[in-house]
């Protein structure tokens, strides 16, 4: 290789460097803990329907219009959520199955946490989650189980449109229907859109995230050993769909 040609191939190659530094860096996003906790002011788009981050609003709307062209009309019932309205959730929770359930706060815990989460770790805090149901289909009971997905149920239909199409608009299912994942059960309604939710997942976990738990305010947060931290972050943060985490 000649002088001139080495030189050209090195100057193109800095180039290269140069546009993938730049690229990188644009894509990376400032997210405070208070933001991933629900503890700041949120900042994205609110509507009577669904609050989201700005690009996951959109991402949402052309999703949704996509779908109902084919007579699905996808609706959020959960979106974005406060730490505060966690807590109330949590909390509960705790107060029905400990006093009229008769279960333990350790066995309390335990159930809680099979579908809801300590306040200040749920997803639903950062504005890029939605549980979604098809709201052309009759509103009865709780919507959000399992058996409403599957087999004979009302949102059938939505769940096959979803597996086919949702990548295409950036959301991915979060708890996945796989036996050997644990943490949390399977939700077939919960999606997550990736191009904002997996940097503020990576984020999140570079904190002291056993500091954070066990600085938690809320009733049963006694019960937060140091064996049941390590196994919530472990099982219940880090056991999601592999497309959603580094």
Not at 65 to 92: C, D, H, P, W
Not at 221 to 238: F, G, M, P, Q
């Amino acid at each position: 290789m000649n002088r001139r040609d080495y030189l050209k191939k090195q100057s193109l190659a800095s180039i290269g460097l140069l546009f993938t530094s730049e690229l990188c860096a644009n894509q990376q996003q400032d997210f405070s803990l208070e933001q991933l906790m629900g503890i700041a002011t949120f900042k994205g788009v609110s509507t009577p329907e669904v609050q989201l981050l700005r690009k996951a609003f959109e991402a949402y709307l052309e999703m949704q219009g996509a779908a109902l062209k084919e007579g699905i009309s996808i609706t959020a019932v959960s979106s974005y959520r406060s730490f505060a309205r966690q807590k109330a959730i949590f909390e509960r929770k705790y107060m029905r199955f400990t006093q009229n359930d008769g279960l333990t706060p350790q066995a309390a815990f335990e159930k809680i946490i099979e579908y809801s989460t300590i306040p200040g770790t749920s997803r639903h805090h950062w504005g890029t989650e939605i549980d979604i149901i098809d709201d052309s289909k009759p509103r009865v009971g709780d919507v959000l189980v399992e058996e409403k997905f599957h087999a004979n149920g009302p949102y059938v239909k939505l769940k096959e449109w979803m597996d086919f199409n949702a990548n295409d608009y950036g959301f991915y299912l979060v708890y996945t229907n796989d036996h050997n994942r644990k943490g949390f059960n399977y939700e077939p309604w919960h999606y997550s859109f990736k191009e904002l939710s997996k940097p503020m997942l990576d984020t999140y976990l570079r904190h002291d995230l056993k500091s954070v738990l066990r600085e938690a305010n809320f009733k049963g947060a006694a019960l937060l050993s140091e064996d049941l931290i390590e196994r919530y972050i472990e099982e219940h943060i880090k056991d999601i769909n592999p497309e959603l985490r580094s």
